[in-house]
């Protein structure tokens, strides 16, 4: 987005035509009013930058079909110039002219008709260039269908259009609508701009050189010349070829923008303007600095300008307006935009089946008022007072702190341990954090380190969808990947598709817009076709719904996002028969269950509520769960995590509905997971973080889980933990102290996880071959946190153990026959209870078995050592106890 500067923001409001309420589509849900209509497609424009148009900014819906457009404003319009005493010179018309065509001839391009051209739609900015206001109108309201008031002014319209009259889509029955204007139609309204400025400055000589390029007839210019009254100034002036260039207004003899442009009359203007670059996008193959140009002097950017708020871009001027207080329905019913009614006021009017009519007539506030009212930032600027400029430029390099010095710093280190949802709604903080992350991100990939460290902070959610691209690893020409892909050709999974999108996240405006129906197929089919081995199972909208929605204007960005989301933290799950996969994840899931809360995991195995195909799984993917504001939190985590961070996840939000699984049956969880309650996200996540910090990272080891990268960094790192474990690794290579793949059959058979014998070595800090030692490094506590129990006989025991391990033999907890004793020898381990308890054996199934019965005693964190004693015998660290002397 174009930076502020000069700019004001300005808010204009109108009604989109209201639906009846008992009508309903051809798929039998409700049809979508056009309020949302307008706004879904709304979103396009504000991708529309260039030097001659003002900048959309947001659209807000509010009550009766009520929108409200926040856009790029200016104060001064072509109306200025009509009124100044003195003329305005040819050369300034000619300016005028080129640089209005320049805007339309880049909106032509972009699929745009302005169509509502008038003079106070033609802004000036300080230095006198043309802005073009509100040339988005005719696009979102579908062409004028979706309103009550017909878009263009009759004084600036072509004959075309008059010809055709208005058309609302509530009056469909009534005939076909007419056809969409095209680019001609606004050279028309130019041509009657410029007449109207040549009038009044008697420039009109330039007027009629210009006409006769634009191809309107003189009779035209000579009904326009009576309404001004200028008929005898312009009658002597018009040359003779003007009569033998038109000859009617026929659409085929009028050019379009750009053919005027090229126009002979703008060749000693054209030469004054540089070509606009288009600014290259962060994922792309072409050179973000390619046309970067700096000062000879850099001192000279910011010499004598102290407003840093302006040079910030328009969207984060209004997000930070917004957190300070701004209101826009106030705003306007300042202004008197907004007028509120009694509610008997209000009332309908009846029509009796004579066609006679009783009650209100027509409000004629709900036709249009293109009223553009000035927001004021008065109280945003007052809020920043006190941030100093070094906060609007960091530097980078600087790793003491990610926080500005100013006179508020204490506040701003402060708020780092607030809340979240207290966070972003701090402007102060998120100024700060905008201006960090947006350097960051234009810094990308160089900067993906320092990205993730200040994403395990918190993300700014102005730029969330960048953030989440650039933690999920996405680089690249992602859009000419994107249109490379058929998303045309129909396929069988299309009508699949078609049925899930209008149930998937349909409360949020955006989503449930025909607009985002149209993105969520083109999305969705694009990830099926470029995915041949994969399969579309139902839950692929729901993840594509927060990608889509954060970048709804880059189909591409959420096409990617989604692409390297799956097969990081869903691998395989949507293969044609992912049953295997599935079944697998569950169970690794309920493994943590047992390990976090075993009180909880024997209530649920009792009355047989477990995860499976036929129970609700409790996977944090299923994201039409949660609304998208608290799932956007949740993964704003997940994205900081490995693959098996979603299972810490799932027991934290069981957790936190525990009280209720404990003292209701297997029906009463059933309704209880129908209708989920209200979850603290906030703490949900906290939680989270300290459950991944104590679960020993081979204790979700699954065999159909992504395979191992071969390098690591420290993209999985929460930071600093109280907790013994720390979450800074990335998996490593397979050794012979990894974890060994386990039958489906014999997983399910065992309630504890299995940790390797290279977790083991690596949480009791033991000291041997340097090859057997894992290179990530653990604090000093972690002795005090881990105990490692061997429950082989003492003789065993004896003869060799792990230093530090305390030997509880299996025979002192069950008989021969494996029944449980009187007094099992367990009671010795009730010291040791909440720290992580590693069972050995050098039979797998006795220790499946130990590990059972001290989950079934509430014993938390139990794991049993994969492969038993015997890995451990080659590594050389086992030891033998010293004699009694």
Same mark, same amino acid.
């Given at each position: 987005?174009?930076?502020?500067?000069?700019?004001?923001?300005? +808010?204009?409001?109108?009604?989109?035509?209201? &639906?009846?309420?008992? %009508?309903?589509?051809?798929?039998?849900?409700?049809?979508?009013?056009?309020?949302?209509?307008?706004?879904?497609?709304?979103?396009?424009?504000?991708?529309?930058?260039?030097?001659?148009?003002?900048?959309?900014?947001?659209?807000?819906?509010? $009550?009766?079909?009520?929108?409200?457009?926040?856009?790029?404003?200016?104060?001064?319009?072509?109306?200025?110039?009509?009124?100044?005493?003195?003329?305005?010179?040819?050369? $300034?018309?000619?300016?005028? !002219? /080129?640089?209005?065509?320049?805007?339309?001839?880049?909106?032509?391009?972009?699929?745009? %008709?302005?169509?509502?051209?008038?003079?106070?739609?033609?802004?000036?900015?300080?230095?006198?260039?043309?802005?073009?206001?509100?040339?988005?109108?005719?696009?979102?309201?579908?062409?004028?269908?979706? @309103?009550?008031?017909?878009?263009?002014?009759?004084?600036?319209?072509?004959?075309?259009?008059?010809?055709?009259?208005?058309?609302?889509?509530?009056? *469909?029955?009534?005939?076909?609508?007419?056809?969409?204007?095209?680019?001609?139609?606004?050279?028309?309204?130019?041509?009657?701009?410029?007449?109207?400025?040549?009038? @009044?400055?008697?420039?009109?000589?330039?007027?009629?050189?210009?006409?006769?390029?634009?191809?309107?007839?003189?009779?035209?210019?000579?009904?326009?010349?009576?309404?001004?009254?200028?008929?005898?100034?312009?009658?002597?002036?018009?040359?003779?070829?003007?009569?033998?260039?038109? @000859?009617?207004?026929?659409?085929?003899?009028?050019?379009?923008?750009?053919?005027?442009?090229?126009?002979?009359?703008?060749?000693?203007?054209?030469?004054?303007?540089?070509?606009?670059?288009?600014?290259?996008?962060?994922?792309?193959?072409?050179?973000?600095?390619?046309?970067?140009?700096?000062?000879?002097?850099?001192?000279?950017?910011?010499?004598? =300008?102290?407003?840093?708020?302006?040079?910030?871009?328009?969207?984060?001027?209004?997000?930070?307006?917004?957190?300070?207080?701004?209101?826009?329905?106030?705003?306007?019913?300042?202004?008197?935009?907004?007028?509120?009614?009694?509610?008997?006021?209000?009332?309908?009017?009846?029509?009796?089946?004579?066609?006679?009519?009783?009650?209100?007539?027509?409000?004629?506030?709900?036709?249009?008022?293109?009223?553009?009212?000035?927001?004021?930032?008065?109280?945003?600027?007052?809020?920043?007072?006190?941030? +100093?400029?070094?906060?609007?430029?960091?530097?980078?390099?600087?790793?003491?702190?990610?926080?500005?010095?100013?006179?508020?710093?204490?506040?701003?280190?402060?708020?780092?341990?607030?809340?979240?949802?207290?966070?972003?709604?701090?402007?102060?903080?998120?100024?700060?954090?905008?201006?960090?992350?947006?350097?960051?991100? $234009?810094? /990308?990939?160089?900067?993906?380190?320092?990205?993730?460290?200040?994403?395990?902070?918190?993300?700014?959610?102005?730029?969330?969808?960048?953030?989440? !691209?650039?933690?999920?690893?996405?680089?690249?020409?992602?859009?000419?990947?994107?249109?490379?892909?058929?998303?045309?050709?129909?396929?069988?999974?299309?009508?699949?598709?078609?049925?899930?999108?209008?149930?998937?996240?349909?409360?949020?405006?955006?989503?449930?817009?025909?607009? *985002?129906?149209?993105?969520?197929?083109?999305?969705?089919?694009?990830?099926?076709?470029?995915?041949?081995?994969? %399969?579309?199972?139902?839950?692929?909208?729901? &993840?594509?719904?927060?990608?889509?929605?954060?970048?709804?204007?880059?189909?591409?960005?959420?096409?990617?996002?989604?692409?390297?989301?799956?097969?990081?933290?869903?691998?395989?799950?949507?293969?044609?028969?992912?049953?295997?996969?599935?079944?697998?994840?569950?169970?690794?899931?309920?493994?943590?269950?047992?390990?976090?809360?075993?009180?909880?995991?024997?209530?649920?195995?009792?009355?047989?509520?477990?995860?499976?195909?036929?129970?609700?799984?409790?996977?944090?993917?299923?994201?039409? #769960?949660?609304?998208?504001?608290?799932?956007?939190?949740?993964?704003?985590?997940?994205?900081?995590? =490995?693959?098996?961070?979603?299972?810490?996840?799932?027991?934290?939000?069981?957790?936190?509905?525990?009280?209720?699984?404990?003292? =209701?049956?297997?029906?009463?969880?059933?309704?209880?997971?129908?209708?989920?309650?209200?979850?603290?996200?906030?703490?949900?996540?906290?939680?989270?973080?300290?459950?991944?910090?104590?679960?020993?990272?081979?204790?979700?080891?699954?065999?159909? +889980?992504?395979?191992?990268?071969?390098?690591?960094?420290?993209?999985?790192?929460?930071?600093?933990?109280?907790?013994?474990?720390?979450?800074?690794?990335?998996?490593?290579?397979?050794?012979?102290?990894?974890?060994?793949?386990?039958?489906?059959?014999?997983?399910?058979?065992?309630?504890?996880?299995?940790?390797?014998?290279?977790?083991?070595?690596?949480?009791?800090?033991?000291?041997?071959?340097?090859?057997?030692?894992?290179?990530?490094?653990?604090?000093?506590? #972690? $002795?005090?946190?881990?105990?490692?129990?061997?429950?082989?006989?003492?003789?065993?025991?004896?003869?060799?153990?792990?230093?530090?391990?305390?030997?509880?033999?299996?025979?002192?907890?069950?008989?021969?026959?494996?029944?449980?004793?009187?007094?099992?020898?367990?009671?010795?381990?009730?010291?040791?209870?909440?720290?992580?308890?590693?069972?050995?054996?050098?039979?797998?199934?006795?220790?499946?078995?130990?590990? !059972?019965?001290?989950?079934?005693?509430?014993?938390?964190?139990?794991?049993? &050592?994969?492969?038993?004693?015997?890995?451990?015998?080659?590594?050389?660290?086992?030891?033998?106890?010293?004699?009694?002397?």
């Amino acid at each position: 987005m174009q930076p502020l500067r000069d700019a004001e923001l300005g +808010a204009f409001t109108f009604f989109a035509s209201p &639906l009846p309420h008992d %009508v309903c589509g051809s798929n039998g849900l409700p049809l979508t009013p056009n309020s949302i209509k307008i706004l879904g497609r709304f979103q396009i424009l504000k991708t529309i930058t260039h030097p001659r148009l003002c900048q959309y900014v947001d659209i807000s819906r509010g $009550k009766h079909e009520r929108l409200v457009v926040v856009a790029e404003h200016y104060e001064h319009n072509l109306k200025d110039l009509f009124k100044q005493d003195k003329p305005v010179s040819s050369e $300034k018309v000619l300016q005028i !002219a /080129y640089e209005m065509l320049e805007g339309l001839a880049f909106m032509n391009k972009h699929g745009l %008709v302005h169509r509502a051209l008038s003079p106070h739609n033609v802004l000036l900015d300080c230095k006198g260039k043309v802005k073009l206001a509100k040339f988005g109108l005719y696009h979102m309201t579908d062409h004028g269908a979706d @309103v009550d008031f017909p878009i263009g002014y009759p004084s600036y319209l072509p004959p075309e259009v008059i010809a055709q009259g208005s058309f609302h889509s509530s009056e *469909g029955s009534l005939g076909e609508p007419p056809l969409p204007s095209g680019p001609k139609a606004d050279v028309w309204s130019l041509g009657v701009l410029l007449f109207e400025l040549c009038a @009044v400055c008697a420039s009109i000589s330039v007027f009629t050189v210009f006409f006769c390029s634009a191809g309107c007839m003189d009779d035209i210019v000579t009904v326009l010349a009576e309404e001004h009254g200028c008929l005898d100034i312009i009658k002597p002036d018009i040359p003779f070829q003007l009569h033998n260039c038109v @000859v009617d207004v026929n659409l085929c003899h009028r050019p379009t923008p750009a053919e005027l442009l090229e126009d002979i009359v703008f060749e000693g203007v054209s030469c004054l303007y540089t070509p606009y670059q288009i600014p290259v996008s962060l994922f792309s193959s072409s050179l973000r600095c390619a046309h970067l140009e700096l000062p000879e002097d850099i001192n000279e950017l910011c010499k004598g =300008n102290e407003d840093y708020l302006s040079e910030r871009s328009v969207d984060e001027v209004y997000h930070l307006w917004c957190l300070a207080g701004g209101d826009l329905e106030k705003e306007l019913t300042n202004k008197g935009i907004i007028q509120s009614k009694p509610p008997v006021c209000t009332l309908p009017n009846f029509i009796l089946e004579d066609g006679e009519s009783f009650g209100q007539s027509r409000d004629r506030s709900f036709l249009l008022d293109d009223t553009t009212v000035t927001l004021s930032l008065c109280q945003l600027k007052n809020r920043l007072k006190d941030v +100093a400029g070094e906060a609007y430029y960091p530097l980078l390099e600087d790793e003491q702190s990610s926080l500005p010095q100013s006179n508020s710093n204490n506040e701003l280190s402060a708020a780092v341990s607030l809340p979240l949802i207290i966070r972003e709604r701090d402007t102060e903080y998120q100024l700060t954090r905008i201006v960090l992350f947006d350097r960051l991100l $234009k810094a /990308y990939p160089y900067k993906k380190n320092q990205i993730w460290k200040e994403a395990r902070v918190d993300i700014p959610p102005l730029l969330r969808g960048l953030a989440w !691209a650039a933690l999920l690893g996405v680089e690249g020409d992602i859009q000419a990947k994107y249109d490379g892909i058929d998303k045309d050709t129909p396929i069988p999974t299309d009508r699949q598709i078609e049925v899930d999108i209008p149930r998937c996240h349909q409360y949020d405006e955006l989503l449930s817009s025909p607009q *985002g129906h149209i993105k969520f197929r083109r999305v969705l089919k694009a990830w099926v076709v470029s995915h041949p081995d994969l %399969v579309y199972w139902q839950g692929l909208d729901s &993840l594509c719904a927060p990608f889509l929605y954060l970048n709804f204007n880059n189909e591409a960005l959420a096409y990617a996002c989604m692409s390297a989301f799956i097969p990081k933290y869903l691998y395989n799950f949507f293969l044609k028969d992912n049953s295997h996969v599935i079944q697998e994840y569950l169970t690794v899931f309920s493994q943590m269950i047992a390990f976090h809360d075993p009180e909880l995991s024997n209530h649920l195995n009792e009355i047989g509520f477990i995860p499976d195909g036929q129970i609700p799984d409790f996977s944090v993917f299923s994201t039409d #769960v949660f609304p998208l504001h608290k799932i956007f939190h949740l993964w704003d985590t997940l994205l900081l995590g =490995n693959s098996s961070f979603p299972f810490c996840i799932g027991v934290a939000i069981l957790q936190q509905l525990r009280d209720r699984l404990l003292a =209701n049956g297997f029906n009463e969880c059933i309704l209880l997971f129908s209708d989920l309650p209200e979850i603290d996200i906030e703490r949900c996540v906290r939680e989270s973080i300290n459950l991944f910090c104590w679960t020993p990272k081979s204790a979700t080891y699954r065999q159909h +889980a992504q395979p191992p990268k071969p390098t690591g960094d420290s993209s999985s790192s929460f930071g600093k933990n109280p907790a013994y474990y720390s979450a800074e690794y990335q998996d490593l290579p397979n050794t012979d102290l990894s974890r060994e793949p386990l039958k489906l059959s014999e997983l399910k058979a065992e309630i504890s996880p299995r940790i390797s014998a290279e977790d083991l070595i690596d949480l009791c800090e033991l000291t041997g071959p340097a090859h057997f030692k894992t290179p990530v490094k653990r604090p000093k506590t #972690v $002795k005090t946190k881990i105990v490692a129990v061997d429950i082989r006989s003492s003789e065993d025991f004896n003869r060799g153990h792990i230093p530090g391990s305390i030997n509880v033999p299996y025979s002192s907890v069950f008989g021969p026959d494996g029944e449980m004793l009187q007094s099992p020898g367990t009671n010795a381990l009730t010291s040791y209870k909440g720290r992580v308890i590693v069972v050995l054996s050098n039979i797998m199934k006795n220790a499946a078995t130990f590990a !059972a019965h001290l989950v079934k005693v509430n014993y938390p964190r139990v794991c049993v &050592l994969d492969g038993g004693m015997n890995k451990m015998k080659p590594t050389g660290l086992l030891t033998v106890p010293s004699p009694q002397i």
